[in-house]
């Protein structure tokens, strides 16, 4: 005869029990079997439920007991008339009965039921069950925790017990574990072992012994623990004789609970198992604070995939401190490497993930073996962020792939050293700020052309084509003035034919890689650096004579300096401007020419000063006027040439000076003046007939200077 509950060892399973408690356990096994009767009123502390408990190859008896066992429940079952109950305890006031029940103990024979054999052992106790562990969450907590037994025996305080992993991940849990581990280890220190004919002693019931004979001696109430029944009837076969009933049974005392020792096996799971990475219907990435990640295992046929119906998962990594580390989450659909911590099937932790057909490889192998890949998927789209090691012998390349941005932040120097050519085409915009100073160094030459690019650069050449002979020409003559380089005068004829720093078909098709060239996440970046390099190489044959530097700006350019500003040529200089050219100086402006200067002007120059022009000429200063030459001077106007002088002001007087002889020429006529100042201010009046003979010759003989007329 077997109770029902022994149905539940024909039935083995692999499952995971998320955030339930024991007796939840018990209660959903005992539904599935279609038990239903069962008590959980001998429990004073109900367990806690556990976040994730596994049921691994075991059958749902042999799960569900050491779940009892761990919890420090025990069970037994009541009999009655046509059926029998599973009863759960883990107090001494769960037992049936009470301990007011006495039965006989006689050892000499009797015809009532009666004890007739009664054996009391004690055995040696520990005298501590302690434990450890530890829980990630609260890595500074020490989890240490110990429970002396009340048991008093002589040097056991000497002795311990002591279990790692206690698997107990809270201080509470620690001290209630080696609590009910201490409990059970004292089952054994005071037991009885009897033979009777009590046909009403069963499991868990209390009974106190006494004795007819001896009534003085006094014996504590024990409850039955274990007992085996045995009846023969003899009459069955024979027809004579008398039906015989016994039994054997194992007690402890009545105030002592019944906490189970864990003698049911703990599964472990040895070496890796594969699960899959569970999440929400579209969703990529699932995880909690700590990285930890959500799993679908094989053989967990119940599980629904949304990561719902399991618990979080930690994933290593290869490196990790206080907020810094390596963070790598994997994702919904990877297949996931699994241990087990301590082999312990309700401690998983990933350590790696395996490619397979559904996630394969990021390049096909073998014929991409010589690549170290980092590749990321950009969170619900098709982009990506990669960084590629190529170290194919001659070949070798880093490449790296941001999908958006790139940013990079150095709190000190960085250093950036480029063995051949460099190669850098940058969209949109770019902005440089220097804090404190720049230096930049060319070997050979350079080109600097602003308002477009590739083809668009060369086209900006097209509106100066008509002024590229007359600059070269221009260059030509000062440099042969200036008594320049002939090296240099070569730049002339260059730059007649506009090629000066300009991409030919081959350069701008490189560069053209380089910005928009075909999608590297089939070939790590490898076209790209092709295109790099041929832009690297166009550069290089832009000039044929090094220290150059040209620059075509396609619309404005604008120096706007704060303070000063030095500009040094060391043999010629040619500003040629096709239509308008303005200088503006605030204060003050001046020019120094070391032997000439010459300015030509096509058709008209106009010179503007506020308040005073001065002009000094070292020794001859010649002006040609091929038509007319007018000075307009609004209040004095002087020539001094040497002691001579000429003075016209505003009243209409005209003074000329001169210290020995003045000679006026006109038409055939002369006129001499001697030596002295003349003054000429004719009164003339319009119809009249002028001053008297008198007054003219009165004032003439009281100049200074005799006047002759001839």
């Known amino acids: 005869m077997r109770p029902r509950l022994w149905l539940m060892s024909q039935r083995s399973d692999c499952r995971i029990f998320l955030t339930q408690s024991t007796l939840e356990v018990l209660e959903t096994l005992c539904a599935e079997h279609r038990i239903r009767n069962y008590t959980l009123a001998g429990i004073t502390r109900p367990p806690p439920k556990r976040d994730y408990v596994v049921q691994w190859n075991e059958t749902d008896l042999a799960y569900l007991l050491r779940r009892l066992q761990e919890e420090g429940l025990f069970y037994w079952f009541r009999h009655e008339r046509g059926k029998h109950t599973l009863a759960v305890g883990d107090h001494p006031s769960a037992y049936d009965g009470s301990q007011d029940t006495r039965i006989r103990l006689a050892f000499g024979s009797s015809d009532a039921e009666h004890i007739h054999d009664w054996r009391r052992q004690l055995s040696f106790t520990p005298g501590k069950r302690s434990g450890n562990d530890y829980e990630f969450l609260t890595p500074n907590l020490d989890l240490a925790s110990d429970t002396p037994s009340i048991d008093r025996v002589p040097e056991n305080t000497a002795y311990e017990l002591y279990e790692y992993p206690a698997r107990a991940l809270t201080r509470e849990a620690g001290e209630r574990a080696t609590r009910l581990r201490m409990q059970a280890t004292e089952t054994g220190f005071d037991r009885v072992e009897g033979r009777s004919s009590v046909r009403t002693l069963a499991a868990g019931s209390r009974f106190t012994p006494y004795e007819v004979a001896h009534p003085r001696h006094v014996y504590p109430a024990q409850v039955v623990t274990q007992i085996l029944h045995r009846a023969e009837d003899p009459t069955y076969e024979s027809g004579a004789g008398t039906p015989h009933y016994e039994n054997a049974f194992t007690t402890l005392p009545a105030n002592r609970p019944a906490t189970p020792h864990r003698t049911v096996p703990r599964p472990r799971i040895d070496g890796l198992q594969i699960a899959l990475i569970a999440g929400p219907p579209g969703e990529e990435i699932h995880t909690d604070a700590f990285g ?63 490619p397979n057909p559904n996630n394969p490889v990021p390049y096909d192998l073998p014929a991409h073996k010589t690549r170290m890949v980092m590749r990321s998927n950009s969170y619900k789209s098709k982009g990506f962020n990669e960084m590629t090691f ?53 070997g050979g030459s350079l080109h600097l052309t602003v308002g477009g690019t590739g083809a668009g650069a060369a086209a900006l050449m097209g509106p100066l084509l008509g002024m590229a002979g007359q600059t070269a020409g221009l260059l030509g003559q000062a440099m042969d003035q200036g008594g320049g380089l002939a090296g240099l005068a070569a730049m002339a004829p260059q730059l007649a034919a506009s090629v000066i720093g300009m991409l030919g078909q081959d350069g701008q098709q490189a560069q053209q890689g380089v910005w928009n060239g075909p999608s590297p996440r089939s070939d790590a970046g490898v076209a790209l650096a092709a295109a790099g390099a041929g832009f690297g190489q166009a550069a290089g044959g832009l000039f044929s004579l090094p220290g150059m530097m040209n620059t075509l700006v396609g619309s404005l350019k604008t120096d706007s300096i704060g303070v000063a500003r030095v500009e040094q040529v060391g043999s010629a200089k040619v500003t040629h401007v096709g239509a308008a050219f303005a200088t503006q100086v605030g204060k003050a402006w001046s020019l120094s020419v070391g032997e000439s200067a010459k300015t030509q002007v096509g058709r008209t120059q106009q010179v503007l000063v506020g308040e005073a022009s001065e002009e000094q000429v070292g020794q001859t200063k010649m002006i040609d006027v091929g038509r007319m030459f007018e000075i307009q001077v609004g209040e004095r106007f002087a020539i001094t040439v040497g002691a001579c002088r000429f003075v016209m002001d505003k009243s209409g007087t005209v003074t000329i000076e001169a210290p020995k002889t003045t000679l006026v020429k006109g038409g055939g006529a002369v006129l001499t003046v001697g030596p002295g100042p003349v003054l000429y201010t004719p009164d003339l009046v319009k119809g009249g007939g002028g001053s008297s003979s008198g007054q003219c010759l009165r004032r003439m003989s009281q100049a200074g200077t005799p006047f002759v007329r001839s």
């Open 292 to 354: 930890r990640i959500k799993l679908q295992f094989p053989w967990d046929r119940r599980a629904r995939g949304d990561g719902t119906d399991t618990g979080w998962v930690r994933v290593t990594q290869s490196w990790g401190g206080r907020t810094w580390g390596h963070q790598v989450i994997p994702r919904v659909g990877m297949e996931a490497l699994v241990a087990y911590q301590e082999g312990d099937p309700d401690r998983p932790i990933v350590i790696g993930i395996a």
């Open 390 to 442: 190529e170290d194919a012998t001659g070949a070798e390349n880093m490449f790296f792939h941001a999908q958006k941005d790139h940013t990079t932040k150095i709190e000190n120097n960085q250093t950036h050293s480029v063995g051949a050519d460099h190669a850098n085409v940058v969209g949109r915009n770019q902005a440089l700020t220097v804090g404190v100073n720049q230096t930049q160094e060319i």
